[in-house]
């Protein structure tokens, strides 16, 4: 059973497909690990068991028939709780939707599942995806599987945690600012976030409409690469949504970076970076310059303004999206109120977190009369510069590599004492998506204390190919990354392959 799990996603698929196991027996070892470990961990907030085994069953149906031949078909998935899915529970880990049960399913779900993906169940989250370390969720705090007095990140954290303590053989995230390549780098795993408009937004409960992407969480990044194969597809029903030919994204899982020009900013390594973080990011940017890249670095302006520009259009696009949830068609309802207003107050002030008000109330502030021009449009003027200095920096680079987060997992209860430096933690990851680029996140080392170090590399809008192939191939010359120990205690050392 454990061979089962530490198989990637891409290696039970194939197994599944030879005869060598079953879709039905892959499910079952991992609803049993949940069992063991998720009381402890807390990376689910709803699981199905019969359902899920009766989704396995009828896929295995389908592979023995030979209707299903993908690259996924029978592998178990999670997904995080912002994505609808038919007939199950979907909170967003907020009590404001604590019984809500949609009638469909996410567009990128249903691509999943046509592609013969069992759902394991839906994974806990920042409440609204708002939170960079799953400890804003309306039902308790997700533990770092390497260490679990750590957070795993945020706000797709479930997800992330999941995918490292075996729960899962991948997962789907969604990403706002960061929300997947950041877990994805503290809790050793990989994590992309494609160009905005690659995967559809359809069935994704809005957080920032102009920000929001979903992408996946997984073990390595062949996995990465296949699942978002996957998951693009243009779908009418998301405005958003872009027609993309060229969305063969195995083909690029090529061991070369011989002449790829890597631009590594001077930004990215100031005031605030870990010592030990720094480190690993540069050694891995050796790593790939003996492959043969042209490692450069280079100044890329307005770093200090993306966090500001960033909070600004999040929170006015969220206290707009968020107006939906009012206790009138759906969701939560205060059971005593006086009057239709003292039951929109009641039911909202009750059912939010102190985060999502926080984001709700500042969005409203820079969207009313007199701060609009102030705050809102001087935001998106410098979103539209940003935009334009990673245009100037992909004139001259295929890859930007940098540091995913200034840190590695804090403890926690330490971010949310001080939500201005949690707001900070994202400094590296915001403007990714304020530029709609897409961006990978994948392990490069420990710290002293045995926690993960993640790298991301940044690509120009539909450049994944390129991310994919400089992943692939520091990935190979890295060697195999250790697994999260099994009792969340701290592993050190950097596995190699023999």
Not at 110 to 130: P, W
Not at 239 to 268: C, H, Q, W
């Amino acid at each position: 059973m454990s061979d089962i799990l530490d198989m990637t996603a891409v290696e039970l698929a194939a197994a599944i497909k030879a005869g060598k196991t079953t879709a039905v027996e892959a499910t079952e070892a991992v609803l049993s690990l949940m069992e063991e470990r998720d009381e402890q961990l807390n990376c689910y907030v709803t699981v199905d068991k019969d359902k899920t085994l009766a989704q396995a069953r009828a896929v295995q149906q389908k592979i023995d028939a030979g209707e299903l031949t993908g690259p996924l078909a029978g592998v178990p998935v999670a997904i995080k709780d912002n994505m609808c899915t038919e007939g199950m529970l979907t909170t967003c880990s907020s009590r404001i939707l604590g019984n809500f049960v949609p009638t469909f399913s996410a567009e990128a779900v249903l691509n999943l599942e046509k592609a013969g993906a069992i759902i394991l169940g839906k994974t806990n989250m920042d409440e609204f995806a708002m939170g960079s370390t799953t400890e804003t969720s309306a039902y308790g705090v997700t533990r770092n599987p390497w260490n679990t007095e750590h957070v795993p990140g945020g706000s797709s954290g479930g997800s992330a945690a999941a995918v490292a303590a075996g729960e899962c053989f991948y997962a789907l995230g969604s990403d706002t600012g960061g929300s997947i390549r950041q877990p994805a780098s503290f809790c050793g795993v990989v994590g992309m976030k494609p160009t905005y408009g690659t995967v559809s937004r359809y069935g994704l409960i809005a957080y920032g409409s102009s920000l929001d992407q979903i992408g996946p969480l997984a073990k390595d990044v062949t996995d990465c690469a296949t699942i978002l194969e996957v998951l693009a597809s243009h779908d009418e029903k998301d405005s958003t949504s872009v027609v993309r030919e060229d969305i063969d994204f195995t083909s690029a899982l090529v061991d070369d970076v011989k002449g790829m020009r890597i631009g590594i900013p001077n930004d990215y390594f100031g005031e605030g970076l870990n010592e030990e973080v720094k480190t690993a990011v540069l050694q891995a940017a050796k790593v790939l310059e003996e492959k043969g890249a042209i490692v450069e670095r280079f100044d890329l302006s307005l770093v200090d303004y993306a966090i500001p520009a960033y909070y600004t259009i999040a929170a006015a696009e969220a206290s707009s999206n968020l107006e939906r949830f009012d206790g009138i068609k759906y969701g939560y309802r205060t059971p005593e109120y006086e009057g239709l207003h003292n039951m929109y107050k009641k039911s909202r002030s009750e059912g939010f977190g102190a985060e999502v008000k926080r984001r709700i109330m500042l969005g409203s502030f820079v969207l009313s009369s007199g701060y609009y021009d102030a705050y809102y449009l001087k935001a998106l003027k410098v979103k539209a510069l940003i935009k334009k200095a990673f245009d100037e920096a992909f004139g001259k680079y295929d890859v930007i590599l940098g540091p995913v987060a200034p840190t590695t997992a804090p403890k926690l209860g330490e971010s949310l004492a001080d939500p201005i430096q949690m707001y900070l933690g994202d400094i590296y990851t915001i403007a990714v998506n304020l530029a709609g680029l897409p961006g990978i996140s994948l392990p490069c080392g420990q710290d002293g204390k045995g926690l993960p170090i993640g790298l991301q590399l940044i690509g120009d809008c539909f450049q994944e190919k390129k991310l994919i192939q400089t992943a692939y191939t520091y990935e190979k010359a890295r060697g195999a990354f250790p697994h999260a120990p099994s009792e969340g205690k701290v592993v050190c050392g950097l596995g190699r392959e023999a």
